[in-house]
């Protein structure tokens, strides 16, 4: 009997030594410094996307993400002033320029869908089925229709702003021009309020296009492509920078994990994914949406 006790306590402390390397083990694999701010275009917060995004890359890796979702010229400035610890932003020349200042320290490819111009069922100014987007806002320019513009230098309107620039027409200060200030999702409801017409990317369109009385008129221009950057900002910005934190969520981003689960989003509830995703690609590969 007492050999009998010896060995059960024997197994006793064999089994509280290895609950206690556990119990360590699971320690020490949480993040010291959990908290993360990712700094994002409202098209990522707006089309419920990050939703699913967020939840799964705390669950894997223990960190808390506190997005903050803003035009992607906001995102960035949050970046330069050390206010973020990593970007998720769709204004490919904006970031380059960020990069080169040093700004940042890694930047990658996610994912891309593409801009449409939505506005009234009826269509006023005439350019639904247009296939150019130039010769579509060249068209409403002259009808004198209502444009909504975003006008928050978000990565949106950068690109409306380009191709008003690359058609020669100077649409700010004209009556028929507005600016709301404001997201994508409320841009999107000023519009149909207005019974107007905007730019805007597909998948915040879709997500909300069940609340609005807008119509896709101008989709497939290559022009039109939209593509999304994952950005982990220089911790020489700030001491508060969360370095290990923004590189686990970079890597999350391009994982299959996360890249599948990019590629399914939407499509159950609107029969089609709202972004695609490009960790495997390269920009240049990015010919046309």
Same mark, same amino acid.
């Given at each position: 009997? =007492?050999?009998?006790?010896?060995?059960?306590?024997?197994?006793?402390?064999?089994?509280?030594?290895?609950?206690?390397? %556990?119990?360590? /083990? %699971?320690?020490?694999?949480?993040?010291?410094?959990?908290?993360?701010?990712?700094?994002?275009?409202?098209?990522?917060?707006?089309?419920?996307?990050?939703?699913?995004?967020?939840?799964?890359?705390?669950?894997?890796?223990?960190?808390?993400?506190?997005?903050?979702?803003?035009?992607?010229?906001?995102?960035? #400035?949050?970046?330069?002033?050390?206010?973020?610890?990593?970007?998720? !932003?769709? #204004?490919?020349?904006?970031? @380059?320029?960020?990069?080169?200042?040093?700004?940042?320290?890694?930047?990658?490819?996610?994912?891309?869908?593409?801009?449409?111009?939505?506005?009234?069922?009826?269509?006023?100014?005439?350019?639904?089925?247009?296939?150019?987007?130039?010769?579509?806002?060249?068209?409403?320019?002259?009808?004198?229709?209502?444009? @909504?513009?975003?006008?928050?230098?978000?990565?949106?309107?950068?690109?409306?702003?380009?191709?008003?620039? /690359? !058609?020669?027409?100077?649409?700010?200060?004209?009556?028929? &021009?507005?600016?709301?200030?404001?997201?994508?999702?409320?841009?999107?409801?000023?519009?149909?309020?207005?019974?107007? &017409?905007?730019?805007?990317?597909?998948?915040?369109?879709?997500?909300?296009?069940?609340?609005?009385?807008?119509?896709?008129? @101008?989709?497939?221009?290559?022009?039109?492509?939209?593509?999304?950057?994952?950005?982990?900002?220089?911790? /020489?910005? *700030?001491? *508060?920078?969360?370095?290990?934190?923004?590189?686990?969520?970079?890597?999350?981003?391009?994982?299959?994990? #996360?890249?599948?689960?990019?590629?399914?989003?939407?499509?159950?509830?609107?029969?089609?994914?709202?972004?695609?995703?490009?960790?495997? =690609?390269?920009?240049?590969?990015?010919?046309? !949406?």
């Amino acid at each position: 009997m =007492k050999k009998m006790g010896k060995v059960l306590n024997i197994l006793f402390m064999l089994v509280l030594v290895v609950g206690l390397i %556990g119990l360590v /083990a %699971g320690c020490s694999s949480k993040p010291s410094n959990p908290d993360i701010i990712m700094s994002s275009t409202t098209s990522t917060g707006d089309s419920g996307l990050m939703d699913v995004l967020i939840p799964m890359f705390e669950a894997k890796t223990g960190y808390k993400i506190k997005p903050i979702y803003v035009g992607t010229g906001a995102a960035i #400035a949050m970046g330069e002033k050390g206010e973020a610890d990593v970007l998720l !932003v769709h #204004a490919p020349t904006s970031e @380059v320029k960020y990069m080169d200042a040093g700004h940042g320290v890694t930047r990658k490819l996610v994912m891309h869908n593409d801009f449409i111009i939505v506005g009234p069922p009826n269509d006023p100014a005439g350019i639904k089925g247009m296939v150019v987007a130039k010769d579509a806002l060249v068209k409403l320019a002259a009808s004198g229709s209502i444009f @909504v513009s975003r006008g928050d230098d978000s990565g949106t309107h950068k690109a409306e702003l380009a191709i008003w620039k /690359a !058609v020669g027409i100077t649409a700010e200060g004209q009556n028929w &021009y507005q600016e709301s200030g404001q997201g994508m999702g409320a841009t999107l409801t000023i519009t149909s309020e207005k019974q107007a &017409y905007t730019l805007t990317d597909r998948a915040t369109y879709l997500a909300t296009k069940a609340n609005l009385q807008l119509d896709i008129l @101008v989709q497939g221009d290559p022009l039109l492509l939209n593509i999304y950057h994952v950005i982990t900002v220089n911790p /020489a910005k *700030s001491t *508060s920078i969360n370095e290990k934190g923004a590189k686990a969520f970079l890597d999350f981003m391009i994982s299959d994990e #996360a890249q599948n689960a990019i590629k399914t989003f939407g499509v159950d509830e609107f029969g089609e994914p709202l972004f695609f995703p490009d960790a495997d =690609k390269t920009e240049a590969d990015l010919g046309s !949406v």
